[in-house]
């Protein structure tokens, strides 16, 4: 049992202190996980990994009623977090712009801003609610691995398959949301 593991047992049995040394010790991952999901976003976007990081963990943190099973389990709820941070994140700035309450800014934030709408990523959470609802497999995986940063292995253990069915999962998860978000 990784050091992880151990703590996340620890935090489930009431130990404030592991919980958080394992907050302290879990943030930097968090961290690349979303520095990770930010690269495949456009140029400039507006949420920087550390402020995705940091909303993440104030909502994991806040999380009392879970049966932590290992590392794994975490990163995977954790996933769901930082999609759902981004999912609010996007509406946010799209119900702003359609109200055009736009807040002043400093030059160095405006020179920032993306010159492409922020709908793509709530486009992509409708995709996922529809593939949930005749695949939740498939759209299980892609949360995994597209929000959570997890790997084909990581992912397999999670979703309790073999890490070639993920894959062949994934590739077909994949081919529907790009059809479905070209409009096919």
């Known amino acids: 049992m990784n050091e992880i593991?151990?703590?996340l047992k620890q935090w489930k049995y009431g130990d404030v202190a592991s919980k958080d040394e394992l907050m302290s010790q879990i943030y930097n991952e968090l961290r690349e996980i979303a520095a990770q999901y930010l690269r495949k976003e456009r140029a400039h976007h507006t949420l920087q990994p550390t402020a995705l990081a940091n909303e993440a963990y104030l909502r994991l943190v806040k999380i009392d009623d879970i049966e932590w099973k290992d590392r794994t389990h975490f990163f995977a709820v954790s996933a769901k977090i930082?999609?759902?941070v981004l999912i609010d994140y996007a509406r946010a700035r799209s119900t702003q712009k359609r109200r055009g309450r736009y807040q002043p800014l400093e030059l160095e934030d405006a020179l920032e801003l993306s010159i492409s709408p922020e709908t793509d990523l709530l486009a992509l959470d409708?995709?996922?609610k529809q593939l949930?609802?005749?695949d939740p497999r498939q759209s299980k995986i892609v949360e995994l691995r597209f929000f959570g940063g997890l790997t084909i292995e990581e992912t397999a253990r999670v979703i309790g398959m073999s890490p070639a069915s993920v894959k062949r999962e994934w590739v077909i998860a994949k081919s529907w949301l790009y059809r479905k978000l070209q409009g096919n």
């Open 5 to 7: 593991t151990a703590q």
């Open 82 to 84: 930082i999609r759902h």
């Open 132 to 134: 949930a609802e005749f």
């Open 126 to 128: 409708e995709a996922l």
